[in-house]
C-alpha cells in the first residue's frame, strides 16, 4: 500500500477540493491513467426505485450526451448488485458483454472491468467503475489500487449526494413559500405596493435611485404608512437581493437587553449568558438591517450604533474581538427625529449618518386615490385568508372609507377590509359595521365613571380614585385628538407617553378609541 501512497495523496486532495463531483472525477481520472490501463472511469448511481441505473459523473471519455446516462435496471438486480458489492471488495469482471447485474452496470460495454461500492442511500446507491482500455488488462496490482480508491472516491460520492439533498431542500422550502406568499396575495413584491403609481410614485422613484448604492436611508412615515414594505423594496432592487432581510423593532427591546439584541454576546456576559450569540447585525451579515423605531434606542446604543455605521466593526457584548460586517442599514420612525436631536434626545452624529438619503411616506389620508386599489386588495386577500367566496367593496363603500381619516393608516385599512369580510362571510363586505358607523358593535359607549367617592370632611374638597382622575384626563385628550393614539398631532404626543404604554393603560381603564371617532363623525 506504501508505493500507492503518493497517488492516493493527490486523489485524496482533488476528491475534497471540488464540490462538483464530475469536476473531481474527471481529474482524478487524468491522474490515475498512469497507474491503471485505463479507458473511462464512471461512478454510476443505483437507483432502483426509478427501475434505472444513472451516471452521475464520467471521467476520461465522455457520452456523445454529455454526462448524464440512464440504463435499465430493475429493483431485483439492484439488490444482487449490491449483494456481490459488499465492503471494500472489488469485483474484478474479466469476461466482456457480463450478464446479471454487471452487465446491467457496464451497458452492453465490451470492456474488462473493476467494479466497487461506494455505498450511500437506499434511494441513489453508488458505483465505482473502471474500465480497461481496448486489449489491456486489469492485474492484482490495479485491483489493490482499486480497493484504495474507494474511500476518497465515496467520501466524493457522499458530498455528491448532501449537495444534492440541499438543493432539493431549497427548492422545496422555495416552493412552500411561493405557496404561502400566493395565499397571502404577495407572489411578487411588485405586486403588493399598491398605489406605484400614483400616491406612493414619486416614493418608489426615490427607492430605485436608492436602492443600487449602499448608502443609509431614512424613512418617515406615520404608524401603518408602509415603513416596512418600502425598507423590503429597496433590499429587493439591491445588489443585496441574494442575502437576508432582518427587522428590528427598537421600540420593542427592552433597554438592557438593546445591545446584546443588535451586537450580540459572549458566555458568561452576564446573568443568563448560557452561550455565546450572534446579535442582529452579524446574522444580516451582507444584506440589509432594517431598524425599525430608531428613535427608541437608548443613548448607549446609539453610540456603539454610531461605530458600526462609520467602521463596519463591533464587538459582542463581554468580547474582547472587533468583528467586521458588511451590512445595509435602513432605519424608520414615526416620530420627530429632528426635534429630538435638538432637544439633546437623539445623538447628532448618529442622525447624520443615518439620513444620507431620507424618505417621507404620505399618510393614508393624503393619497385617497389608493384607497379604492388598497380596499380591492384587501377584500381579495381576506377572501383566500379566511376561505371566503370574494367580495369586492362597492361605490358606497368606497365614499365611506374615502371619508374617514385613518390614524392608522394602510393597516387600519387592512383590518377594517378583514374585519368587513368576516361579517359579510362572503355574501359582501360589512364596510358600515366594520368602520363603527352603523352603531354596531365595534363601537360601544365610552364606559361611566363610578360615583365620585368622597373621602374628605363634609367641607373639604372630594377626593376621586387614582384610575378615575386618569380615565378623566385620558378622555379629554382623546376628545381633543378625536380618538388618535400616534402620530404628532395623537394622544401619546400630548400625554409625554409611549403609544404602546398608553394602549394598554386605557385598556386596563376599560377605555375604547373607537367611541371618541365615532363621536367626531357625529360632530362632522
Known amino acids: 500500500m506504501e508505493r500507492f501512497q503518493p497517488i492516493l495523496l493527490r486523489v485524496w486532495r482533488e476528491a475534497c477540493r471540488h464540490i462538483d463531483i464530475a469536476e473531481s472525477t474527471a481529474t482524478i481520472a487524468g491522474l490515475l491513467q498512469r497507474e491503471l490501463p485505463l479507458r473511462q472511469l464512471l461512478i454510476r448511481a443505483v437507483l432502483p426505485g426509478d427501475e434505472a441505473i444513472e451516471t452521475v459523473a464520467l471521467g476520461v471519455e465522455m457520452n456523445a450526451d454529455g454526462l448524464r446516462e440512464r440504463t435499465a435496471c430493475s429493483a431485483s438486480t439492484a439488490a444482487e448488485l449490491r449483494h456481490r458489492l459488499r465492503d ?12 446479471g447485474p454487471i452487465g446491467a452496470v457496464l451497458a452492453g460495454s465490451n470492456a474488462e472491468a473493476l467494479c466497487a461500492s461506494l455505498g450511500g442511500s437506499q434511494e441513489a446507491w453508488g458505483v465505482l467503475l473502471l474500465l480497461a ?9 490495479h485491483v489493490s489500487l482499486a480497493r484504495a480508491l474507494i474511500a476518497p472516491f465515496a467520501s466524493s460520492y457522499q458530498n ?41 410614485k414619486s416614493v418608489l422613484e426615490r427607492v430605485n435611485l436608492v436602492a443600487r448604492s449602499s448608502a443609509p436611508v ?12 418600502i425598507a423590503r423594496a429597496i433590499h429587493e432592487r439591491s445588489d443585496r437581493q441574494a442575502h437576508t432581510f432582518f427587522r428590528v423593532n427598537c421600540g420593542a427591546i427592552p433597554s438592557e437587553l438593546v445591545d446584546s439584541e443588535l451586537f450580540g454576546h459572549e458566555k458568561g456576559a452576564f446573568t443568563g449568558a448560557l452561550n455565546t450569540r450572534a446579535g442582529w447585525f452579524e446574522r ?76 417621507v411616506l404620505p399618510p393614508l389620508r393624503e393619497r385617497k386615490d389608493d384607497i379604492a386599489a388598497l380596499a380591492d386588495h384587501f377584500a381579495a386577500r381576506a377572501a383566500r385568508r379566511f376561505g371566503l367566496r370574494l367580495a369586492t367593496p362597492t361605490a358606497d363603500d368606497i365614499s365611506r372609507l374615502c371619508r374617514y ?112 371617532r365615532r363621536r367626531r363623525g357625529r360632530d362632522d
Open 88 to 99: 471494500d471488495h472489488v469485483l474484478h469482471v474479466k469476461t466482456p458483454h457480463a450478464d
Open 133 to 141: 482500455a481496448p486489449g489491456r488488462h486489469f492485474n492484482a496490482r
Open 160 to 200: 455528491h449526494q448532501r449537495m444534492e439533498e440541499l438543493a432539493r431542500l431549497r427548492k422545496a422550502a422555495e416552493a412552500n413559500s411561493r405557496s404561502l406568499l400566493r395565499r397571502l396575495g404577495r407572489e411578487h413584491l411588485a405586486d403588493t405596493i399598491v398605489g406605484s403609481n400614483t400616491g406612493l
Open 218 to 229: 431614512m424613512i418617515f412615515g406615520e404608524t401603518g404608512s408602509g415603513k416596512e414594505l
Open 284 to 359: 444580516a451579515d451582507g444584506g440589509t438591517l432594517f431598524l425599525d423605531e430608531i428613535a427608541e434606542l437608548s443613548p448607549s446604543a446609539q453610540v456603539r450604533l454610531l461605530r458600526v455605521l462609520q467602521d463596519g466593526w463591533l464587538e459582542r457584548v463581554g468580547g474582547q474581538k472587533a468583528l467586521h460586517v458588511n451590512v445595509r442599514i435602513v432605519a424608520a420612525t414615526h416620530r420627530n427625529l429632528p426635534a429630538m436631536v435638538s432637544t439633546g434626545q437623539f445623538r447628532e452624529d448618529l442622525w447624520y449618518r443615518l439620513s444620507v438619503f431620507p424618505m
Open 405 to 516: 381619516d385613518w390614524p392608522g393608516n394602510v393597516r387600519e385599512l387592512a383590518a377594517v377590509i378583514d374585519r368587513a369580510a368576516i361579517l359579510g362571510n362572503g355574501r359582501q363586505l360589512e364596510v358600515e359595521k366594520a368602520l363603527g358607523l352603523a352603531g354596531g358593535s365595534f363601537a360601544p359607549a365610552p364606559p361611566a365613571a363610578p360615583p365620585t367617592i368622597d373621602a374628605s370632611p363634609a367641607s373639604g374638597p372630594s377626593i376621586i380614585p387614582l384610575d378615575d382622575a386618569m380615565r378623566r384626563h385620558i378622555e379629554k385628550t382623546l376628545i381633543a385628538t378625536r380618538g388618535r393614539i400616534e402620530g404628532p398631532y395623537g394622544a401619546a404626543r400630548l400625554l409625554a407617553i409611549n403609544p404602546h404604554t398608553l394602549r394598554a393603560r386605557m385598556r386596563k381603564l376599560g377605555l375604547d378609541w373607537t367611541s371618541f
